[in-house]
């Protein structure tokens, strides 16, 4: 039955054009014989409901390119808000569907295609996987196309393909939309430090005193020339590697995902010591953290899974802007789909967690941290209250 659903969605989608640009990907990959290879047979689906308010949903379908490592590349379907791997069968079951709604559509309303009409013009496509849509505009091909560009530049950014006659006259037009954004080679990437890497709103955080002293680092951050961010190393206190983030770019440099694998398996709380439910937290070795996002490079979901597509648990992310201060609404999800925790985290208008509130399972406070910093000493203040507001500890963590 899901795996109706996912076909009936991927279906629909088409209509926008979305999945069919990712079949022509796939195709073009498997022809230049870059594919891994991928499973035989498609995983169940993984839902990712969000909870609480419902979010504005940007695009309907993501391209999970880092997951071809061992399972090959993935769909994350925001529609379904679902995960599924993008596998041969799956390929030829959306062009089999899309094929046949296509011809009768076209039975349905009298259209027909005279030889030489289908298709997109791509070049290796046959006549079998061509499907024609028309569409009504009251703009000009020369209203539509800005300066012409070179086909090594195309590759980097939306555009639209134009094949002409030999008399300059436009035979057809195709827009070819998101592109990954190739990384750049790791000799040409810089490094710094930094106490800390805000894995919510992608930025580094750094402390230091009236004196000039830090505490120490626990990121080191490469970065291109144009200082975007290309992967993190997650440091312990000896400054030893135990996590390594890598990011993938679309064009004009938004982030489709981080994929950070824990060296010898460890902890959320490694990458940041407070934005985490204690519960749900744990990595094994052969576990791997993706994180996915929206606008503004801001962390929507974040998957404790296998490459092979096995959800452990996750977490989703809200964002909400309140006078002075953002809110940040977590909820926490086990492998069954099932809601497990839920807090909330405030920060003031610099930027600093202040408070984390916990919500019980009935939706009420269950308890709250406050937290402080004293750059004299270079800690990190940490009082804990019970639901009543009855002060239970306070302890002194190194920045």
Sequence with gaps: MKRIIVLALCIS?????????????????DSTGQQTEMQSSTPKVKPLNPGGRPVVLNTPVQFLPSYRDRGGPHLKIDLLNAVILLDEQTLSDIKRNTQSRSTENSVKSGASESPGQTGTGMPGDS?????????????????????????????????????????????????FGEQKADSPAEEKLAFLYASYWDILYNKRVNYIDDDGNRPSPHVKVFTDPAKIVHRIDYLDNNKKVIAEGVFTYGVKNMILEQRIELIGGGKLTDLHPDYFYLQFDRIEQDWIVKCLYEDKDLMSDLIVMQDAGNVFYRYHFQYEKVRNQQIIE????????????RYELYFNDRGDLEKKILISPEGKIAGFIKYGVDLEKLKMIVDSFDEAGQHLSRIYRDL
């Excluded at 569409?135 to 950014?157: F, H, V």
């Excluded at 977590?330 to 069954?336: D, I, L, T």
Aim: with cysteine; aromatic share 10%.
């Design 13 to 29: 989608l088409t209509g926008c054009g979305t999945v069919k640009k990712l079949l022509k990907k796939e195709k073009s990959e």
């Design 127 to 175: 006549q079998d996987d061509q499907i024609v849509r028309y569409y009504a505009t009251k703009y000009r091909a020369n209203d539509l196309l800005g300066d012409q560009i070179d086909p090594e530049k195309a590759q980097s950014q939306p555009h639209f393909r134009g094949t002409f006659d030999k008399h300059g006259n436009l035979l057809s037009l195709e827009f």
């Design 330 to 341: 977590a909820f926490v999800y086990s492998g069954k789909n099932e809601l497990v925790g």
